[in-house]
């Protein structure tokens, strides 16, 4: 059973930065495209970033390009987003997930995390 645990969130500054990790267990998902979503209160959950484990390709919403950064190590078996010059836009609860195939629609993603709450403060 494949499981993903996120971690990393927290509070901080406009501005200011967190890492987010994402654990994966339970199975390898090198054929896997792993993304990192997120949903504000009121708002549709939506897909911030991804990254195709094998070759690492990435992309990226507008909203975030030039400012998150999405990896993976494979020796870990975990994926990251480093998420730099923070906005309160930013606040949501963001999700880790995996999908075997493509699309950024989140019915796309088979495996979810719990998730992990950021608040970017003004």
């Known amino acids: 059973q494949v499981q993903l645990v996120e971690s990393g969130g927290g509070l901080v500054q406009a501005g200011g930065s967190l890492r987010l990790s994402c654990a994966v267990s339970?199975?390898?998902?090198?054929?896997?495209?792993m993304g990192w979503f997120r949903q504000a209160p009121g708002k549709e959950r939506e897909l911030v970033a991804a990254?195709?484990?094998?070759?690492?390709?990435?992309s990226y919403a507008d909203s975030v390009k030039g400012r998150f950064s999405i990896s993976r190590d494979n020796a870990k078996n975990t994926v990251y987003l480093q998420m730099d010059s923070l906005k309160p836009e930013d606040t949501a609860v963001y999700y880790c997930?995996?999908?075997?195939?493509?699309?950024?629609?989140?019915?796309?993603?088979?495996?979810w995390g719990q998730g992990t709450q950021v608040t970017v403060s003004s």
């Open positions: 997930a995996a999908n075997p195939f493509y699309g950024s629609s989140p019915l796309t993603y088979n495996y």
């Open positions: 990254v195709r484990w094998s070759t690492g390709s990435t």
């Open positions: 339970g199975r390898t998902l090198s054929t896997y495209r």
